[in-house]
């Protein structure tokens, strides 16, 4: 940062940051929706009797979590300076 820095200017950056990281998270969510959506086509498509009232009681957050997981652990092979991933 330069010498004079104003609280301003800082206020302004934090601001900015903050909202990247808000634009960040809000892109990941919604790619992660899409591809457990197009999991869940494809799955119906082969096991059409399959509901989703058939998941266990929970089921649904845990696989969300895990396919979180699972989606950004590829960050950390490819990224060469990796950031932690978004929490959604």
Do not use: C, K
């Not at 800082?10 to 809000?26: C, F, G, K, M, S």
């Not at 790619?31 to 266990?56: I, K, M, N």
């Not at 929970?58 to 997981?69: I, L, P, T, W």
């Amino acid at each position: 940062m330069p010498t004079h820095t104003t609280t301003v200017q800082i206020t302004d950056l934090i601001i900015a940051v903050i909202e990247e990281v808000e634009a960040q998270r809000a892109r990941f969510a919604a790619a992660a929706d899409a591809a457990r959506a197009a999991l869940w086509s494809v799955f119906a498509a082969h096991y059409p009797e399959v509901t989703s009232g058939d998941l266990a009681p929970g089921g649904d957050d845990e696989f969300v979590a895990a396919s979180n997981r699972l989606l950004t652990g590829g960050w950390t092979t490819t990224d060469p300076a990796p950031a932690p991933p978004p929490r959604t």
